[in-house]
């Protein structure tokens, strides 16, 4: 049965009344535990660098867009992995400045201890947006200090090299890279001008032009073809009527024929205009039949000739020449039609040549662009990631200053002998109620009517107190004073100590 609250102050006291010794020894042990706690606890001693993060070199403006300077995000986070890593923790721990000549010797296993050493001694910790502290507690003050000032050696090393480190692995990558499509070009370039050498053809914009330059000359010679044909037509029709030979019969069988002409004229004038053809060589002849018969007035011929005594007739032989030549023009226009009609053949299976390697021609066109795109834009990184090499290796960018190197601690850090002896002294006073009253929580016995009546039920009548006799009161005076001389001389003694051991007398 739980005691009720507001009776657990008064039963604690009346506890420690009743048990006064048990109350002592507690508030010695724990007073005394705690002061002995004091004297063995492990003080340390804290050093710290304060490292400085300058990025803002007037270097990175500078150079802006031509070169990349190296960037850290989360650089406590940084610092901590970098400085955690196992070849920095065992470059420290072979450090001879730290652990003495010969240090570099040491076998494995002393190296692993002093690797967890200094893991659990350090930490690191952000300090506003452009600083964190690289801090190391040691037992030994001086090892402290001597730790944390190469801790913050190390870590600007560590970052630097590798600053350096990874700009020169990117140059070395680009470089790589394009050397590799450097060479991957010329093969292409060499490919296709193999493809060109072995495929003359052209291109198949010129071969559709000169296919069409080919036709446009075809439907010209086909058309002059035509023309022809209609004017051998027409000669042949006009060398149809007219004779081969004719008798000297004057003018007037001169007349005949210029009448016979003209009415020819006539009849092709309400068709053609007189630029046609067939009309400007009627014109022609009619003007040659007008000298003729001229001239034969001139002469005075107005007989016939004897009977078998004709001659050529100028007309018929000068048609006949015309036709002749025609059909001449005719056979070379066929000449012509059929080489034209050769070369577009000959066009044709070009064409269809060049379809066939359009595709290969195509492939090629387009690996050699997409290289020389990617080497081009490999060119440009590369003279970036050259100029970032050359950034860090002068220490520009991106950099780690120390800010305020570390300082011999003259204090130890944390909980020192004097917060022990106060809280000895306050936990001592303190223990005796506690734990009475955690054993007054737990005790089945009843010691309140609120017990009977609350959690059993049963009615409690009259409560009757506590009655001591005379001689239990003079007993327990005596054991009271006892114990408060005891208690006295033991606070006496803790405090003796305490200040002693806190001027540095023991």
């Not at 506890?15 to 606890?41: D, Y």
């Not at 000032?149 to 590798?162: A, D, N, T």
């Not at 060479?183 to 193999?194: H, I, N, P, R």
């Not at 834009?377 to 950099?399: C, F, W």
Request: with cysteine; net charge negative; aromatic share 8%.
């Amino acid at each position: 049965m739980a005691l009720p609250i507001s009776k657990l102050p008064q039963e604690i006291l009346r506890e420690v009344r009743t048990h006064k010794w048990i109350a002592f020894f507690l508030f010695a042990f724990i007073s005394f535990a705690v002061l002995a706690a004091g004297f063995l606890w492990p003080y340390k001693y804290e050093s710290q660098v304060i490292i400085l993060v300058d990025d803002t070199n007037i270097i990175g403006e500078l150079m802006q867009g031509s070169a990349v300077t190296t960037k850290i995000n989360e650089r406590a986070s940084v610092a901590r992995e970098t400085l955690w890593k196992r070849e920095v923790m065992e470059r420290l721990a072979r450090d001879e400045d730290l652990y003495g000549e010969g240090a570099a010797e040491a076998d494995d296993g002393v190296i692993n201890g002093r690797v967890a050493e200094l893991r659990s001694g350090f930490d690191v910790r952000p300090r506003g947006e452009s600083y964190f502290t690289i801090i190391y507690s040691a037992e030994s003050p001086l090892r402290a200090f001597r730790t944390a000032q190469r801790l913050g050696q190390v870590f600007i090393e560590e970052s630097s090299g590798r600053k350096r480190a990874e700009s020169r692995a990117a140059y070395d990558f680009i470089d790589k890279q394009v050397k590799s499509y450097e060479s991957q070009l010329a093969e292409v370039e060499g490919d296709l001008k193999q493809f060109l050498s072995d495929n003359d053809d052209g291109t198949e914009g010129a071969a559709n032009s000169r296919m069409a330059n080919l036709r446009s000359q075809l439907e010209l010679a086909q058309m002059e073809k035509a023309e022809l044909q209609s004017r051998a037509q027409s000669l042949e029709d006009q060398l149809n009527g007219v004779s081969p030979s004719f008798s000297q019969g004057g003018p007037n069988a001169y007349e005949k024929r210029i009448q016979s002409m003209q009415e020819q004229l006539d009849t092709l004038r309400l068709q053609y205009h007189d630029t046609y053809p067939d009309i400007v060589i009627l014109k022609e002849q009619l003007a040659e039949l007008r000298k003729q018969r001229d001239a034969a007035m001139a002469n005075g011929e107005t007989a016939a000739e004897s009977e078998g005594g004709g001659t050529a007739n100028p007309l018929y032989q000068e048609l006949r020449g015309a036709l002749v030549n025609t059909n001449a023009d005719i056979e070379t226009i066929n000449t012509r039609i059929q080489s034209i009609e050769q070369l577009m053949a000959s066009q044709s299976e070009r064409m269809e040549r060049i379809q066939a390697n359009k595709a290969q021609y195509s492939d090629l066109t387009r690996d050699m662009e997409v290289n020389k795109q990617i080497y081009d834009d490999l060119l440009k990184r590369r003279e970036r990631a050259r100029v970032s090499m050359h950034l860090d290796i002068e220490g520009q960018g991106l950099n780690y200053r120390i800010s305020e190197s570390a300082q011999f601690p003259s204090e130890p850090s944390g909980l020192q002998f004097p917060m022990f002896a106060a809280a000895g002294i306050l936990l001592g006073l303190v223990a005796p109620f506690g734990a009475f009253g955690g054993l007054l929580q737990i005790d089945p016995r009843v010691r309140a009517r609120q017990q009977l009546e609350g959690d059993i039920g049963l009615p409690v009548l009259v409560e009757l107190p506590r009655v001591r006799t005379p001689f239990e009161k003079r007993r327990e005076r005596r054991l009271t004073v006892a114990v408060l001389v005891c208690a006295a001389i033991a606070a006496v003694v803790y405090i003796a100590i305490a200040v002693s051991a806190s001027l540095g007398v023991i």
